[in-house]
Structures are given as C-alpha cells and as structure tokens.
C-alpha cells in the first residue's frame, strides 16, 4: 500500500524559510515522479514543483521559481522542498503526491498523480 507522509508545515514570517519532507513506502512503481501541489482557501489545487524519480529532473511553477529548491534521497524514497524568502500567497496546504512517471508537459497535472499525501498546513503572515 503507497503511503505518503509529509513533514514540515507550519507558521512563519513572511521572508522566512521552511523544508518540507515527504516519505514514500509502498510505491509500485521503479520509475514515477513525485511533486508538491498546494491549496489556498477558496481556490483550486495547484502545482508547485516535481521531480522526475529517476533522472532527478525538477520542474517549478513559475511562482515558486528561484525561491524554492526541490530534491530527493533516493534510497530513503523521501524528497525535501526547501522554501525560501516565503510569501504570504504562499499560505496553503501543501500535498505531496506520487504518479507513475509522467511525461514533462504532464508533470504539473493532478492528473498525473495517483496517490496523495494528507497535506500540511504553512502559513506565512505579513
């Protein structure tokens, strides 16, 4: 059974940095990607950023780009989202999730992902 668990949420000061980690057990898969969506009251899921398991290829949204810094232990099957010089559009709840290895122009789909992490709550204030 795939089992996502993310750690790493919480408050902090706009301009602050956080890491957020997620641990995977369970994956049916030898090659997929994981990624970081996130959620903000009253608006639709988003991408944030994904790595490509294998060959660690990251991709950003252009709205965390040069702030935030994904990577990946690969023998713990766990990736690290370092987020820098945070903002308070970047309150959200954050969601780690796995999928069999997308295609780039598909890496920033929800649909692309099978399985989700709970989520974790980050709230940056002004």
């Known amino acids: 059974q795939v089992q996502l668990v993310e750690s790493g949420g919480g408050l902090v000061q706009a301009g602050d940095s956080l890491r957020l980690s997620c641990a995977a057990s369970g994956l049916p898969w030898r090659d997929f990607a994981m990624g970081w969506f996130r959620q903000a009251p009253g608006k639709e899921r988003e991408f944030v950023a994904a790595?490509?398991?294998?060959?660690?290829?990251?991709y950003y949204a252009d709205s965390v780009k040069g702030r935030f810094t994904l990577s990946r232990d690969k023998p713990k099957n766990t990736m690290h989202l370092q987020m820098n010089s945070l903002k308070p559009e970047d309150t959200a709840v954050y969601y780690c999730a796995t999928g069999r290895r997308p295609i780039v122009t598909a890496i920033s789909a929800l649909s692309s992902y099978n399985y989700w992490g709970q989520g974790t709550q980050i709230s940056v204030s002004s």
């Open positions: 790595v490509r398991w294998s060959g660690g290829d990251t």
